[in-house]
């Protein structure tokens, strides 16, 4: 059999495969509505947007906010500005500021030595419902812009594009609600204590947002983007459509059949499906998988590591220049981390961002995928674990047993994994760690005065460290290669209870008894008798009381 009767198989045992095999979506996904009448303002050069508002048909009120002068001043163009929309309204207001989608846009402007809503001055509504912008630079400074809000510029094709567009704009609409968040697993505050902020330096549609000490995601502003499920280190931000484990499950469908049907192990190629659907054609080189997402941070290091672990023998991730930067610079970073813990064990980089000339490419691509050919097979997995951190670190101990069995720790800075350190000195095992810890990294020990840790589950939130009032705890970053002590509880600090001087019970641990006796023992409360310090409750009442009853002035006193 040649090189092209082979390439040939392959492709059809692709194609079998991708029509085969399908992502397990919630029947009834969830989803946020859109309502609008159709109120367009346009912003811009007068002349423009005149002309502009000229072309739309009749649907809602029209109205111009002009902050630009105009671009042109002879007669012939002046002509066909003062012909067209001779029924709009101009308004001359300095903009101070936009926000808003589809429906719901709010538009402050200055009015009157102070400022108003431009939509109650000019059409009698609380928001307008689309947004036309003709501005040289965007009124809205986004990488992803809200839905209803059309940025063309001067662009006379994307004005044209958007000009088709805005008469369907009216009416309800929906689109999915991509992630949710669970408030229990999330380590970005508890107690009044700040920790992790991950998701919010990534969202390229500014959706996340933090709110009386909780993460919220505006849904009619999220563009699925799943930057925000990428960075989430505990899984309390997850992408819905699909869900995590359903894309685990295609994942391992996927990867499992090529190899059993091809005799060999395939490449996974992430793409959008917007450009990047696009890109991909039938004539993809044979042995890769395409797996399309909303966007290609969708995926996640877990999703990367697992699909190795499976069987496959590289990722790659196609970026076009559509993708937002925020999300490339945090793939980039991703990357980088992932291909360091593959390199430590002693695999090959198997994860790469590729861009449009390489897939286009067809001979630079078979040169590159010649190369990962020759890297070692990996024998696949079979991935028990359900929860995000588990399965990457699953994957991880599995592709570490496929190469050099390392036990070494891969130290980074601003990862969420590593270690927490505890000076047994100062700590006074108040438990103030193990109260603020998310993931239940940090335990206490039970009838005993002790502090557990287990390394698998600490996310470097630093809330334990900010919680802690003898700043006693420091976190060390780093991915811990041997899974035994990665997963075993350890105890940071322990020591024996204190007993109480009247009745025996434990009560308090023997340091802290001693650090309360240090701050307070001198307070004028406790001066007549720094003794009660070291009872239990009980017995401190009853000591007291039994002071009153021999001399009832000593409560005045």
Same mark, same amino acid.
């Given at each position: 059999?040649?090189?092209?009767?082979?390439?040939?198989?392959?492709?059809?045992?692709?194609?079998?495969?991708?029509?085969?095999?399908?992502?397990?979506?919630?029947?009834?996904?969830?989803?946020?509505?859109?309502?609008?009448?159709?109120?367009?303002?346009?912003?811009?050069?007068?002349?423009?947007?005149?002309?502009?508002?000229?072309?739309?048909?009749?649907?809602?009120?029209?109205?111009?906010?002009?902050?630009?002068?105009?671009?042109?001043?002879?007669?012939?163009?002046?002509?066909?500005?003062?012909?067209?929309?001779?029924?709009?309204?101009?308004?001359?207001?300095?903009?101070?500021?936009?926000?808003?989608?589809?429906?719901?846009?709010?538009?402050?402007?200055?009015?009157?030595?102070?400022? #108003?809503?431009?939509?109650?001055?000019?059409?009698?509504? #609380?928001?307008?419902?689309?947004?036309?912008?003709?501005?040289?630079?965007?009124?809205?400074?986004?990488?992803?812009?809200?839905?209803?809000?059309?940025?063309?510029?001067?662009?006379?094709?994307?004005?044209?594009?958007?000009?088709?567009?805005?008469?369907?704009?009216?009416?309800?609409?929906?689109?999915?609600?991509?992630?949710?968040?669970?408030?229990?697993?999330?380590?970005?505050?508890?107690?009044?204590?700040?920790?992790?902020?991950?998701?919010?330096?990534?969202?390229?549609?500014?959706?996340?947002?933090?709110?009386?000490?909780?993460?919220?995601?505006?849904?009619?502003?999220?563009?699925?983007?799943?930057?925000?499920?990428?960075?989430?280190?505990?899984?309390?931000?997850?992408?819905?459509?699909?869900?995590?484990?359903?894309?685990?499950?295609?994942?391992?469908?996927?990867?499992?059949?090529?190899?059993?049907?091809?005799?060999?192990?395939?490449?996974?190629?992430?793409?959008?499906?917007?450009?990047?659907?696009?890109?991909?054609?039938?004539?993809?080189?044979?042995?890769?998988?395409?797996?399309?997402?909303?966007?290609?941070?969708?995926?996640?290091?877990?999703?990367?590591?697992?699909?190795?672990?499976?069987?496959?023998?590289?990722?790659?991730?196609?970026?076009?220049?559509?993708?937002?930067?925020?999300?490339?610079?945090?793939?980039?970073?991703?990357?980088?981390?992932?291909?360091?813990?593959?390199?430590?064990?002693?695999?090959?980089?198997?994860?790469?961002?590729?861009?449009?000339?390489?897939?286009?490419?067809?001979?630079?691509?078979?040169?590159?995928?010649?190369?990962?050919?020759?890297?070692?097979?990996?024998?696949?997995?079979?991935?028990?674990?359900?929860?995000?951190?588990?399965?990457?670190?699953? #994957?991880?101990?599995?592709?570490?047993?496929?190469?050099?069995?390392?036990?070494?720790?891969?130290?980074?800075?601003?990862?969420?994994?590593?270690?927490?350190?505890?000076?047994?000195?100062?700590?006074?095992?108040?438990?103030?760690?193990?109260?603020?810890?998310?993931?239940?990294?940090?335990?206490?020990?039970?009838?005993?005065?002790?502090?557990?840790?287990?390394? %698998?589950?600490?996310?470097?939130?630093?809330?334990?460290?900010?919680?802690?009032?003898?700043? #006693?705890?420091?976190?060390?970053? %780093?991915?811990?290669?041997? %899974?035994?002590?990665?997963?075993?509880?350890?105890?940071?600090?322990?020591?024996?209870?204190?007993?109480?001087?009247?009745?025996?019970?434990?009560?308090?641990? %023997?340091?802290?008894?001693?650090?309360?006796?240090?701050?307070?023992?001198?307070?004028?409360?406790?001066?007549?008798?720094?003794?009660?310090?070291?009872?239990?409750?009980?017995?401190?009442?009853?000591?007291?009381?039994?002071?009153?009853?021999?001399?009832?002035?000593?409560?005045?006193?």
């Amino acid at each position: 059999m040649n090189n092209d009767q082979t390439a040939s198989g392959l492709n059809e045992i692709r194609k079998q495969i991708l029509s085969e095999t399908q992502v397990i979506q919630n029947l009834i996904p969830p989803t946020v509505s859109y309502s609008t009448e159709g109120n367009v303002l346009i912003i811009g050069p007068e002349d423009l947007a005149r002309l502009a508002a000229g072309q739309l048909p009749a649907t809602g009120q029209c109205t111009i906010l002009v902050n630009e002068a105009i671009t042109r001043q002879d007669e012939t163009h002046l002509e066909r500005v003062m012909a067209a929309a001779q029924y709009v309204e101009s308004y001359y207001n300095k903009l101070v500021d936009v926000r808003g989608f589809l429906g719901q846009f709010q538009v402050k402007v200055e009015h009157e030595n102070g400022h #108003a809503e431009l939509s109650t001055v000019a059409i009698r509504k #609380a928001h307008f419902d689309v947004i036309l912008d003709l501005s040289v630079s965007p009124c809205i400074k986004l990488e992803m812009l809200p839905p209803g809000y059309f940025y063309v510029g001067q662009d006379e094709s994307k004005l044209a594009q958007a000009l088709l567009q805005l008469p369907t704009l009216v009416g309800e609409f929906d689109k999915p609600r991509y992630v949710k968040v669970n408030s229990e697993l999330c380590a970005h505050s508890r107690n009044g204590n700040d920790g992790c902020h991950r998701c919010l330096n990534f969202c390229p549609a500014d959706a996340i947002s933090s709110i009386a000490h909780k993460i919220e995601i505006d849904p009619y502003l999220c563009h699925g983007a799943g930057s925000c499920t990428n960075a989430c280190p505990s899984g309390a931000i997850s992408y819905d459509l699909p869900t995590p484990q359903a894309l685990h499950d295609y994942l391992n469908k996927l990867v499992t059949r090529f190899r059993t049907q091809a005799q060999m192990a395939p490449v996974i190629l992430f793409h959008d499906l917007a450009k990047g659907a696009e890109q991909v054609t039938e004539q993809l080189s044979a042995g890769i998988i395409p797996v399309q997402l909303e966007e290609i941070t969708v995926a996640s290091i877990d999703h990367w590591l697992a699909s190795l672990a499976w069987g496959a023998r590289e990722i790659l991730i196609l970026n076009t220049d559509l993708t937002a930067p925020t999300l490339t610079q945090m793939l980039t970073g991703e990357l980088a981390l992932a291909n360091d813990i593959l390199e430590e064990m002693g695999q090959p980089r198997r994860i790469s961002l590729i861009d449009e000339h390489l897939l286009s490419n067809r001979h630079k691509l078979s040169e590159r995928l010649a190369i990962s050919a020759n890297w070692p097979v990996i024998v696949p997995a079979t991935l028990s674990a359900t929860t995000k951190r588990e399965t990457l670190f699953a #994957a991880i101990d599995h592709l570490n047993e496929q190469a050099a069995l390392v036990d070494t720790c891969l130290s980074q800075s601003n990862i969420p994994y590593g270690k927490v350190n505890v000076n047994n000195e100062r700590c006074t095992l108040c438990l103030s760690c193990v109260a603020t810890c998310p993931t239940g990294a940090l335990t206490d020990g039970g009838d005993l005065p002790a502090l557990h840790f287990v390394e %698998q589950h600490c996310v470097q939130c630093g809330l334990c460290e900010a919680a802690c009032p003898e700043k #006693a705890i420091s976190l060390t970053p %780093q991915v811990n290669f041997n %899974q035994a002590t990665r997963q075993q509880q350890c105890t940071l600090h322990q020591e024996p209870p204190f007993e109480c001087i009247t009745c025996g019970t434990p009560f308090a641990t %023997q340091s802290m008894v001693k650090r309360m006796l240090e701050v307070v023992g001198s307070h004028s409360a406790f001066s007549a008798n720094t003794e009660r310090l070291k009872m239990c409750g009980d017995c401190r009442v009853k000591d007291m009381f039994e002071d009153i009853l021999q001399d009832p002035e000593t409560q005045l006193r």
